[in-house]
């Protein structure tokens, strides 16, 4: 596969247990913002589709290529969906706990 592509898996990746059970998170030297580089990652890709698209159309580019690249695109698309729906999924359960 070519270069486009997204880690579904960053955000897991990104947690780091604590070392013991007694004693506190250990804090990642860096502070990154998993969320942002998600959506970071997700417009890059589905940019890199629509070029690799609009190339093959406008001057016969390689066709494996914007196939490859859509179909990231499209895995990408439903990896966001999916997160989308587990995420109004735990907010309507937490609207139906008792308060």
Do not use: C, W
């Not at 070519?2 to 780091?16: H, T």
């Not at 250990?26 to 609009?54: M, R, S, Y």
């Not at 290529?65 to 907010?91: F, S």
Request: charge should be negative; glycine fraction near 6%; hydrophobic fraction near 50%.
């Amino acid at each position: 596969m070519s270069g486009i592509g997204v880690n579904p898996y960053a955000a897991f990746q990104a947690i780091k247990p604590a070392a013991t059970a007694g004693t506190e998170a250990v804090k990642p030297t860096e502070d990154k913002n998993v969320i942002a580089e998600g959506v970071a990652d997700f417009k890059a890709t589905l940019q890199q589709a629509e070029k690799t698209a609009i190339d093959a159309a406008v001057s016969g580019a390689d066709p494996h290529a914007m196939v490859e690249a859509l179909a990231n695109a499209e895995l990408v698309l439903d990896t966001a969906v999916t997160i989308r729906d587990k995420v109004v999924e735990a907010y309507q359960e937490l609207l139906r706990m008792p308060v």
